[in-house]
């Protein structure tokens, strides 16, 4: 089914068409067996193995055992296939809130879900934003985010700013766990040492007068113990449901 082209919308990106089915298929080439989908995934197993980077057409053509030209004739572009791939890399949603669950505990198990998978595919976080979600999956996680507040006191554009800014947090800190994660393999330094190594070079370096406060932090012994990623991630996401839920009293006075 080819895309609308009269005057009910906007002519949809080709991207856009492929990720929802709506682009024409080439007809029956000499491989029968390749489609948008079998190049999305061989295009994910690659940035799953060897990162972003890795991912160009040609690697992508190697892993299916084509030609690089041939998968041009099923996804158009290099930009394209990132699109797709951020759709198949995302996956299905973590589903609707259960019945029993409220807004904040709706909300707390789709921003673990997003952490999880940007945690497992941190390629993701390279692949640049054009825009708002526009695919089924990526809108399927919209969906079910929005629905944790079905009933709350927030307006429509308010509910969409909430989540913005709850996936803003969760791509941070992801973005922030993987670096400190890459610069530590970098560096030699073992899992667990980076805070108390950090901590070690502070107390040669800091003058108290000149930075009391840090000082102060530093002879507590926070620093000489290594962050348990988790509980960082539960305290900015806690503090964050905190103010959404202040504003949601605000509203319902």
Not at 196 to 203: F, G, Q
């Amino acid at each position: 089914m080819a895309a609308q082209t009269d005057d009910s919308g906007p002519v949809l990106p080709p991207a856009i068409e492929s990720a929802w089915g709506l682009r024409e298929r080439p007809p029956k080439g000499p491989r029968p067996g390749m489609s948008v989908s079998t190049i999305v995934d061989a295009a994910v197993r690659v940035a799953d193995a060897d990162g972003l980077a890795a991912v160009s057409m040609s690697r992508v053509a190697k892993e299916l055992g084509a030609a690089t030209m041939a998968l041009y004739r099923y996804v158009g572009s290099k930009d394209e296939l990132l699109l797709l791939m951020v759709d198949t890399g995302y996956g299905p949603s973590p589903g609707p809130p259960a019945a029993e669950d409220g807004w904040r505990a709706g909300l707390t198990r789709w921003a673990w879900a997003e952490h999880e998978v940007l945690r497992r595919r941190s390629w993701l976080l390279h692949v640049p934003i054009t825009g708002p979600p526009i695919t089924p999956q990526t809108l399927g996680w919209l969906e079910d985010g929005l629905r944790c507040l079905d009933g709350t006191a927030l307006a429509e554009g308010e509910k969409m700013s909430a989540l913005l800014l709850i996936t803003g947090y969760v791509r941070n800190e992801a973005t922030l766990s993987t670096q400190i994660a890459e610069s530590s393999r970098a560096a030699g330094i073992e899992a667990g040492e980076m805070m108390p190594a950090y901590a070690r070079m502070l107390r040669q370096l800091i003058d108290p007068a000149r930075f009391p406060a840090l000082h102060r932090v530093l002879s507590s012994g926070v620093l000489s113990q290594d962050d348990d990623l988790d509980e960082e991630f539960s305290f900015g996401l806690d503090r964050i449901l905190d103010g959404v839920e202040a504003l949601m009293q605000r509203r319902a006075v």
